[in-house]
């Protein structure tokens, strides 16, 4: 099958490097920005893919919504598989794109899209099949995880760790959705999107590592904790509930032991139990080698991975909850119930009895509108 590319960058030049020596898989035409068509295969015109018989197969690997929307509706549209790794555009428009998808018989593959080469939605959708899940989650984000990690294990600065994690491929173009938790949160959307059948669009709560310092790096390790940003959702309801924040663990749990760019994904089955997957959560490769596992699904006949079913639902995170680690001007710590509290020089470290989630994201929230300082993380029990 030849395969067409929407994007040549990181992934995208590690996908067409991989398809040169895949089995049942060749590269096609390479869609490039106006201006950067400097080889024979690469082409500045949708039309040169969508109106190429030979092109059974489009890979998105644009990122963002649009023209990666229009795009990959006119492959569909015209009769092209399309596999993608965007997960901004899977979490926005998934079920409109999979109704496309549908209608014409082709599949909409984006495995690729959450947790780079660890393959999580592959499976997960397989376990649907079987089984009931119980819960999805995990460290879904390779950039903040090789940060967390780098800053924890070396005591290495934020913005240092953070330049390194772009020069080795693993943030976005623009990093804010890594270091806010957005990225996390799209990734954990679109798990609860074919896990429960619901696409969680509002009520959703992601907490990144902006605020983070190596002082309450350091606080970690003298309480004998670990920091890694993790994702969280599970059906409550009628709806589900997902949710990222930076979550301190102790030396026991397994995301303790993920380093550098992995991830950790896990997912509970009702009769089969815990299942956890690691590896590589970004980078050319990992990425690229999920899109030709996605183009080897299609060649084997899968379809659309949206459960047709799927509905878009307000999350609830109203019912789950836990302590925190809240560090905050001493002014403002009295607005947290806390279980212990420690101060230095103004900054309150506190612990505070469990909250639920919703509270503590809102009142972290609220926090900040007056100018307070606040960086938060979940305490895992
Ligand atoms: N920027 C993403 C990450 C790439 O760091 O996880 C893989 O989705």
Redesign the pocket.
Known sequence: MKVAILGFGTVGQGVYEMLQKARDLEPGPVLVRPGKADADYKVTDISAITGAPSVGAVVEVLGGIEPARTWVEQALQAGKHVVT?N?ALVAQCGPELAAVAREKGVALLFSA????GVPFLHNLALSTRSDDILSVGGI???????MLDAMQSRGADYAEVLKD?QQLG???AD?T??VSGL??LR?IMLACAVAFEKLPCEGLYNEGIESLTADDVRHFRGMGYTCRLVAKGGPVGDTVFAFVEPTLVPASAAECAVKD?Y?LARYEAKCAGDIVLIGQ???RYP?ASAVLRDLSDVIAGQRVMMPQACVRVTADCSGCGHPYYVRLPEAFAGKLPCDKVAVDNGIARVITKALTVKEMHDTAAALRTRGAQVFFAGIEE
């Open positions: 790794a997960k899209a959450c947790g780079g879904l984000n390779g950039t903040t995880n090789y994690a693993y943030a976005e990093p959705a890594d990225d996390a990734k760019n991830n959560g970004a980078g990425t």
